[in-house]
């Protein structure tokens, strides 16, 4: 969100941000962006501490939805009571989005996209959507099926007269192209290249390991990186950031205890999004290792990728669907390992931490590509977003 809003400022457009806010440790980051000044954000406040109100307002209303969805069925669901039913904060979104003219509106993340076709229709201006994710199948959790039944139902109704359609990658775009029949443009959810270059210089001690996301957890191939070291017999150290998921960390500990004795667990505290790129600068490897037990995964182009490549340093990927593009990108010294494939993985840490040279050289091959193609002010990036804005809008 802020990228497209920056991007589109850059361009030459008024621009007006509605977001919501919900996480505790993301306030800093927050009021970072708030602090810029390069355009207005509306924030939508329902954390529990300073949003109460707003915070079981709306909790009450999407569980009274969901109980009268899961009743009916997400198909026979008036649209009004679907959309409350999916994204809690529906009424909310619409409300701060009209609250000035706009002549086009677009949005992202589940949440929003019905938010942002009502806002549109309010106003009789058109509208575009950031299908960042495959919605109808990203989810594990108990209640998945009914949640992304909703999904469908929503996306149902809103993608066929958005005025464009972006998406982060291609196996995405052909998954709701299957679904819908839409041609979505895959704009790669890529990062501004940093102002300096990387240092490509082994550091000595263990090997080092990095890994990032929002919530530390389960189905995200963790599991498979400390059998691999435990395989591959090397001192290393695997670093995580975000939140942990509650028991994970002390769960993973065990687990590497028992499997890699050589290796020690580091857990950091989630960051803002513009320090991502430097953070994983000081490791040896990032792990992007999407796994495919759910459909969102095997589709997506990871984010921790795109950050590592930015970095400078090697990256371990799983060979995806999403992420096959990059990794035959990255070339002959690319970590790309098949899902799943433990021996794959702990050859290929084996050999990077016994070898300065090879590792080195896919530090390079990363740098080079980010470089060469997968930054964000490339023109199939920014210049793609720019571009489609302006046919709609001039």
Not at 213 to 233: F, K, N
Request: hydrophobic share 45%; net charge neutral.
């Amino acid at each position: 969100m802020v990228k497209a809003a920056d991007a589109l400022a850059w361009a030459g457009h008024a621009v007006r941000v509605v977001a919501t806010r919900f996480e505790p440790w993301a306030i800093g980051a927050d009021d970072d962006v708030r602090a810029r000044g390069d355009w207005p954000i509306t924030v939508i406040d329902r954390s529990r501490r300073h949003g109460a109100t707003t915070y079981w307002r709306t909790g009450i209303r999407q569980r009274t939805a969901r109980a009268a969805a899961s009743w009916m069925g997400p198909e026979r669901t008036p649209i009004a009571v679907a959309v409350r039913a999916y994204a809690r904060l529906h009424s909310e979104f619409v409300a701060a989005a009209v609250a000035e003219p706009a002549d086009l509106f677009y949005g992202g993340t589940s949440a929003t996209l019905a938010a942002v076709a009502e806002a549109a229709r309010r106003e009789r201006v058109p509208y575009a959507l950031d299908l960042e994710d495959f919605h109808s199948a990203e989810s594990e959790a108990p209640d998945a099926a009914f949640t992304h039944a909703l999904a469908t139902r929503i996306e149902r109704t809103v993608v066929g007269r958005a005025a464009a359609i972006t998406t982060s990658s291609a196996p995405i775009a052909w998954a709701y192209h299957s679904k819908y029949g839409i041609v979505p443009r895959v704009i790669s959810n890529t990062f501004p290249l940093p102002p300096t270059p990387p240092d490509f210089v082994r550091r000595p001690g263990p090997f080092r390991l990095y890994w990032f996301s929002q919530t530390i957890g389960p189905g995200r191939g963790l599991e498979d990186a400390v059998t691999a070291v435990g395989r591959a017999g090397i001192d290393a150290e695997m670093h995580l950031r975000g939140r942990p998921a509650a028991g994970y960390l002390a769960a993973l500990g065990r687990f590497g205890a028992g499997c890699a004795p050589r290796l020690s667990i580091v857990h950091h505290a989630p960051a803002p999004p513009d320090a991502m790129v430097d953070l994983a600068r000081e490791y040896d490897v990032g792990l992007a290792l999407e796994q495919m037990t759910v459909l969102n995964h095997q589709l997506a182009l990871s984010n921790k990728a795109l950050t590592y490549i930015l970095a400078g340093i090697a990256v371990a990927l799983t060979d995806t669907p999403g992420q096959h593009v990059l990794g035959v990108e990255l070339g002959p010294t690319a970590g790309l390992v098949p899902p799943g494939d433990v021996d794959a993985l702990a050859s290929l840490f084996a050999r990077w931490s016994a070898d300065p040279d090879a590792l080195g050289a896919a530090k390079r091959a990363a740098w080079s590509a980010a470089v060469r193609r997968w930054h964000w002010e490339h023109q199939d990036d920014r210049g793609a977003l720019c571009a489609l804005v302006k046919e709609i809008v001039g």
